[in-house]
């Protein structure tokens, strides 16, 4: 339930080596508090969310933000 900045942080660096590699990074079944923080800090449109790890594995390959 507890998300730090260097938590954020490491998500945005992972997502970014991923993207030079031809890769996605998609997150799955985020706690309420988690997707409370991602929202405030815009990370919603950075990252795609999906409810759950069915949805996202389905969405490989789709466009992502």
């Given at each position: ?47 795609a969310i999906h409810h ?14």
């Amino acid at each position: 339930t507890f998300m730090s900045s260097s938590g954020l942080r490491a998500l945005l660096l992972v997502r970014k080596e991923l993207l030079t590699h031809g890769g996605q990074l998609r997150l799955a079944g985020l706690q309420q508090h988690v997707q409370e923080v991602f929202a405030l800090t815009g990370f919603t449109q950075v990252f795609a969310i999906h409810h759950t790890r069915e949805e996202a594995l389905r969405a490989f390959g789709q466009s992502s933000p």
